[in-house]
């Protein structure tokens, strides 16, 4: 069955434009135009991936990101951004609160389709991997938390290989500090941005050579590598 995905954005003219062009490409598409209905929605049939305007009339798309990634049923939907601001303040804010892509108004319609698709493949890609993950000399097993290089086994502690694991899985795609704080330590722990820092510059050498595949993306988080 196709994908599901929920447009929420107040121009009609714009709901229109993208649910016709993400219609045309086999997508599912429902549209709304308030971030409340959007949320009730959400609750109602989670969809594959949301498509979020950042400015809304009650309830702001920086808003519903946030009940997005704090609701245990949603927080691992995709979500892309729009937004009519280019100023890269309002892309890394979008980032931190947990945005897998931002797209910025005006934009081409087909960017965006191309953007949903890559988001999409990327979550699928992540989901089907069962057993071990490998990269290069890197290969993880989660089922039995052990960690190879070149064949040899690295011994890493709890957090060191929950930070591989949550970043192997998403190659390619920026991790900010505040995802990784609450993917690895949860919510309820009070612990700084700093502790990804410094844990991740641990793994790194532990993990020597194939600690270059977990690149930092200046002001915003971590990568792996694709």
Not at 46 to 71: E, T
Not at 126 to 137: F, K, L, Q, V, Y
Not at 164 to 173: D, F, N, V
Request: charged fraction near 30%; glycine fraction near 6%.
């Amino acid at each position: 069955m196709a994908e599901r995905i929920l447009v929420v954005d107040d121009e009609p003219d714009l709901l229109e434009l993208v649910r016709v062009n993400l219609a045309q490409e086999g997508y599912r598409v429902d549209t709304v135009s308030s971030g409340r209905i959007a949320l009730s929605e959400l609750r109602r049939a989670k969809p594959d991936l949301i498509v979020l305007d950042l400015m809304l009339p009650d309830l702001s798309g920086i808003d519903l990101c946030r009940k997005i990634r704090a609701d245990a049923d949603l927080s691992s939907m995709p979500i892309i951004m729009l937004t009519a601001k280019a100023d890269e303040v309002d892309r890394v804010v979008g980032l931190e609160l947990g945005a897998d892509d931002y797209v910025t108004k005006p934009f081409s319609p087909r960017e965006l389709v191309l953007r949903v698709r890559a988001v999409l493949r990327r979550r699928q890609e992540a989901d089907a991997t069962s057993g071990s993950i490998a990269a290069g000399p890197l290969e993880i097993d989660p089922e039995r938390h052990r960690c190879f290089v070149d064949g040899t086994e690295v011994d890493l502690t709890a957090k060191e290989f929950d930070l591989l694991h949550t970043l192997m899985k998403s190659p390619g795609r920026v991790l900010t500090r505040a995802y990784l704080l609450e993917k690895v330590w949860g919510s309820g722990v009070v612990v700084t941005t700093r502790t990804i820092d410094t844990h991740l510059k641990r793994l790194r050498e532990k993990i020597d050579p194939a600690g270059g595949m977990i690149e930092t993306v200046r002001g915003v988080g971590y990568r792996f590598a694709e």
